[in-house]
């Protein structure tokens, strides 16, 4: 039920949606470029009946407003010369336009007299490969198509209907051309006649003839014989024309659509009983004229040429095949109307007949009524399946269209799931293989460092019975602090990861305070002016063990190059600034700097930067590696001789 609702409301919609359109003047058509493999063409810029330029767009089709008058289309023309509409459809409110290489090219030209001014109207033909023939316009312009292999050289390509072309401007496309002059005088009709041969009075036919020959002789110049038979030859030509005028009554004309059969019938008794006299006389007149002929020819043929009598038998010839022509068309023609006399009589006027065909004619009227109403009530039937049909249809495309899109959706999110694993699995390969690396590099260093040291250990209990016991305890304590420190730097390595997981809000300004505590040993006896600037508000959300390791590597850093440089004033400074979503940890030092060529690799595994270094080379890569783990970074900057500055950047909310 709720689909035959939803179709009657269709049909509706498209009824009322037809009466809008026919009470507009305007029409909304869609147009269609294709090439002549009929694939769409892109961005085709083309005019309707001369009107203004529309682009196909970039899916080789668009939507047009035309007026009603614009229908069917008569011309398009494409913006690119290069280009042509080879064809055009418009069925259904759809425009489909085929473009093809132009095989030729429009060449605008004009056509103009020796004075400039121009020539309308004129039928101009350009005789090239093929003949072109075109009209100029009241501005004497036109259009050329030129064909591509042919090009304008010369006047003599042109020809113009009643005018000489004397040149052509190839600059500016200008054809000059002279009305043709005047025909040279010829003898005229009146010349021939006016030397007219009475003996040839006989041969006028007409008073139109008779008047030609006649006007320009003087009567009075004739002797009375000579008058009598001119106006007895005027006579019989009047007699003629009024006995043709009263039998000229146009028996013809009378029958009509709206004429009684009975007039009618008598009407073509009237006309074949003419036709009948006309014969008689026509034949009549022409057995004399030939009897007349015959006496010339025996009184002179003996004084005719060769060539005059073959001339003459030609003629005769001729006549003969002409009068044999003439007796097969009436033969036919009269056995024609026979036929269609006898036909008219047997099917008009046989009774019984015409009763047969009236029963016949209702019986098949009749039955092509019923044949009628059933087809309709078929097509009826037709029609509402298929409108069930397409309503199902809209309501199935409807539900695979959604389909559809859910699946492409969750495909878009497979493809971007995998994409993202695929660069995960990528980045965390590329970690694990430089974890690997470090950890080769560590344990082949680390174990490097902590053999030398013991080889120390062993050296000095070697020579120890002969070192004073003081001396030798001192150095065996110094070797073991060293030991010691890297331990703690190899512990606090393997600790990053760990640690890292230990987040906890606290104050920036207090986990300076412990690091400045820690080493304050250090800071007093290397005699370096120490400054803090930091404020109390500033809090970072991380792991304060890492924060803390990285300062006091990067202060043990500073102070110890910063005691290299030999001034009074040696200063480390430590300061922290919050930076949008970023805090900002930077010690200062104004001791000896990195140089250029090692700034790199400060960070590096064991690297150790200066040859007055007696770290272990794992400081700044402790605390890069904190910083990463947290993720952050740290950043140098540095002037051999003068200072060096590293820059911790870590997330607020990390």
């Known amino acids: 039920m709720k689909y035959s609702v939803f179709f009657m409301g269709a049909l509706l919609v498209m009824l009322t949606a037809g009466h809008v359109v026919q009470a507009q003047d305007k029409q909304m058509i869609q147009i269609k470029t294709f090439d002549e493999k009929l694939k769409p063409l892109k961005n085709i810029e083309l005019s309707l009946n001369d009107g203004a330029y529309i682009s196909s767009g970039s899916k080789g089709s668009a939507f047009v407003e035309v007026g009603a008058d614009d229908l069917p ?47 309308p109207q004129a039928s101009v033909v350009f005789k090239g490969t093929k003949p072109v023939t075109v009209t100029t316009n009241q501005a004497g312009e036109f259009e050329l198509p030129l064909p591509l292999q042919e090009k304008l050289t010369s006047a003599d390509q042109f020809q113009v209907q009643d005018m000489k072309v004397l040149r052509i401007n190839l600059s500016e496309n200008v ?32 008073l139109t003839v008779f008047y030609a020959v006649f006007k320009n002789i003087s009567m009075s110049n004739l002797s009375p014989e000579a008058r009598a038979r001119i106006d007895a030859k005027f006579r019989e030509l009047v007699g003629r024309m009024q006995d043709s005028v009263s039998r000229r009554s146009d028996y013809m004309a009378n029958i009509s659509d709206s004429s009684f059969v009975a007039e009618d019938i008598h009407n073509l008794l009237s006309h074949a009983s003419r036709e009948s006299e006309a014969l008689d006389v026509n034949r009549t007149a022409f057995e004399e004229k030939i009897g007349m002929i015959t006496g010339k020819l025996q009184k002179g043929v003996s004084n005719l040429d060769e060539e005059t009598r073959k001339t003459l038998l030609a003629d005769l010839d001729r006549l003969e095949l002409m009068l044999i022509e003439n007796e097969s068309k009436f033969y036919k023609n009269q056995n024609d109307y026979r036929e269609i006399i006898n036909t008219l009589k047997d099917t008009y006027f046989d009774v019984q007949h015409l009763e047969e065909r009236l029963s016949i004619t209702q019986q098949k009227r009749a039955e092509e009524q019923a044949l009628f109403q059933q087809r309709l009530l078929i097509t009826i039937g037709i029609l509402i399946v298929f409108g069930v049909l397409i309503v199902l249809l809209v309501s199935f495309s409807g539900r695979l269209r959604r389909q559809r899109e859910a699946l492409r959706m969750a495909n878009e999110e497979i493809t971007t799931i995998n994409e993202n694993l695929e660069a995960i699995v990528v980045k965390r390969t590329l970690s694990l293989e430089e974890s690997n690396r470090e950890l080769d590099t560590f344990l082949y260093r680390a174990s490097h460092d902590l053999r030398s040291p013991l080889s120390s ?8 019975e002969k070192m004073p016991v003081g001396e030798l305890v001192e150095r065996i304590q110094a070797v073991v602090l060293k030991m010691d420190r890297m331990l703690k730097k190899l512990i606090e390595t393997s600790e990053i990861s760990q640690e890292a997981r230990k987040v906890a809000r606290f104050c920036v300004r207090e986990a300076i305070g412990e690091v400045q505590t820690r080493l304050a040993t250090q800071i007093t006896a290397s005699g370096v002016e120490f400054h803090v600037d930091c404020q109390d508000n500033i809090q970072l959300r991380s792991s304060a063990p890492l924060v803390k390791t990285i300062l006091a590597h990067l202060v043990e850093n500073a102070l110890y190059f910063s005691r290299l440089r030999s001034t009074d004033h040696a200063r480390v400074e430590v300061k922290a600034e919050a930076e949008g979503n970023t805090v900002l940890l930077t010690v200062y030092d104004n001791g000896v700097g990195i140089d250029n060529g090692v700034r790199t690799d400060v960070f590096n595994m064991f690297f150790i930067g200066h040859e007055s270094s007696k770290g272990s080379g794992l400081g700044l890569y402790v605390a890069r590696k904190a910083a990463q783990a947290l993720e952050g970074r740290i950043d140098v900057a540095s002037e051999p001789g003068h200072y060096a500055r590293f820059t911790v950047v870590l997330p607020v909310g990390a």
């Open 457 to 464: 250990i062993l050296g000095l209990c070697h020579i120890g």
């Open 73 to 119: 289309v008569k011309s398009v023309r494409i913006r690119d010369e290069k280009l042509e509409a080879a064809s055009w459809n418009f069925s259904r409110g759809v425009i489909e336009i085929i473009v093809r290489q132009r095989s030729y090219t429009l060449v605008r030209m004009a056509l103009r007299l020796p004075n400039g001014r121009p020539i």
């Open 175 to 206: 054809l000059v051309a002279e009305r043709s002059k005047a025909p040279a005088k010829t003898t005229t009709l009146r010349d021939q006649l006016s030397d007219f041969d009475l003996s040839r009075l006989d041969s006028i036919q007409s």
